[in-house]
């Protein structure tokens, strides 16, 4: 009985700590959230470096944990990743890294094929302004209204249709040749 007892103790604790708030340079990623009424689950969290600055801590919330990056990028509905900056960043910046990150990760002809939803996206991050220290960026997908950036809670510019445009943008963090390798890696839960 005792062993029964300590095993449940033991797998109540297990699950307790893995439902904890991962922090990451002090940017805290709630285990779960709700993005279009869905349950998603934090798959993983770290932090994108560029010329030794620490820039933002990423986290990537789906439906379905994983880590393969080609069944998370495979994975249908909501979808958010949630950035919190470590530093200021300005718009162009921030808008010529992602376009680079697009560049790297799609082919001329799908670059091509999302022309129309890549200006939006960079004509919504201008309109930001500057990306402030502290300031939460999410990009966020849902299937009824498209891809959207919300900063600090407000949705910002158009949203932008297509769920193959969502998983465009995610390539800049996890696909073959990400901004990041380390941040993929926390991303990918690893």
Known sequence: MRRFLAAMFLSGFVAIAQAQVVEVEGVKFEPTIQVG????????AGVRTRLMFK??????????????????????GPRRVAIGMLRNVDADTFV??????????????????????????????????????????????????GT???????PRGAAIAGESFF???????IGDK???ADLKKGMLGG
Do not use: C, H, M
């Open 37 to 44: 009424g869905q349950p998603l689950q934090l798959n993983g």
């Open 55 to 76: 820039v933002y801590a990423a986290g990537l919330y789906v439906p379905q944990k994983a880590n393969s990056a080609a069944t998370l990028l495979g994975q249908k």
């Open 96 to 145: 010529g890294a992602l376009n680079d990150g697009l560049k790297a990760n799609l082919s001329e002809q799908q670059l091509a094929g999302f022309k129309a939803q890549i200006e939006t996206l960079n004509a919504n991050f201008k309109a930001v302004g500057e990306a402030k220290k502290g300031d939460q960026i999410n990009f966020e997908f849902t299937p009824d209204a």
């Open 148 to 154: 959207r950036i919300i900063v600090n809670g407000q």
């Open 167 to 173: 998983e465009a943008v995610l390539r800049v963090w």
């Open 178 to 180: 990400p901004v990041d």
